[in-house]
């Protein structure tokens, strides 16, 4: 039980067979890190972004401050913040737009593609940060790679601006979410993003057509079903081929349910919120690959 867990908390997650396996954190909030020794976990697999975004769009400085105590906490350890994935289960008045059907609509990057020059705000502050750590930068909802070029080409935008203005700054490594189908049947496609990132909240409810946030079809909504582990299989695999850094940071990777099943088709990177670090570590040592 409980007391089990607690005792893998400290140590370094592995398999029973002694596979070492990665396990990050997620955080909503930077106040969250607060509650987590960076002892116990190997970095922030998700930074979520979009707390920022409540009723008045943040500054970058604000956003900067946010992301430079996650950094700092972290120490030298790989910190993973997600650009704005608003829209869809994630609104933000004055951002986002009515949709009959935001979850296919206008969210996640396709959202701030849209509106550059709230982007670009975030993306300052993004590459400011970067002195700070080691930070790694990804984006939500990617479907093809002409929106990964677009957001790539944004940084290098703005970090030659920086440049010019003599202002400290980085350019981290830029990697993608596969939470789209289209990304995890053709992870080809995106060979030139520097890290992958698995959404199993998303991407079990674009293959299951189960939305992620209603009851009715909760049963549906299962990132064990063989399709969905087949989409994971297939991003493992090309990129274990490709020498891409994959990792999985949904849900899934804090469930003890689905860690074997997870494991078994190839992942060796998961990331799990706080509450579930020791029961995911736990999960991970009573697996035999
Ligand atoms: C996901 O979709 O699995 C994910 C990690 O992102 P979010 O839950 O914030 O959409
Ligand atoms: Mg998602």
Redesign the pocket.
Known sequence: GREVARTYLAQPAATRDGTSIRVQV?IADPSDVETVDIGHCDGVG?M?TEFLFGKVLPDEGTQLAAYRKVLEWAGGKPVTIRTV?AG???PVPGFTVEETNPFLGLRGIRLSLARPEIFRVQIRALLRAAVHGNLKVMV?MVAVPGEYAAAAALFSDEAAMLAKAGVPHKMPPLGI?V?VPSVAVAPELFSDAAFFS??????TQYVLAAARDNGRVAALHDVGHPAVLRLIGNVAAFAREQKIPVSL???AGGDPAAIPALLAAGLRDLSAVPAQLAAAKAAIAAVEL
Do not use: T, W
């Open positions: 997620n998700l979520r994935d869809g289960d994630k939500p979410m939470e698995i959404g199993s909240n998303d991407l940071c949904g849900d």
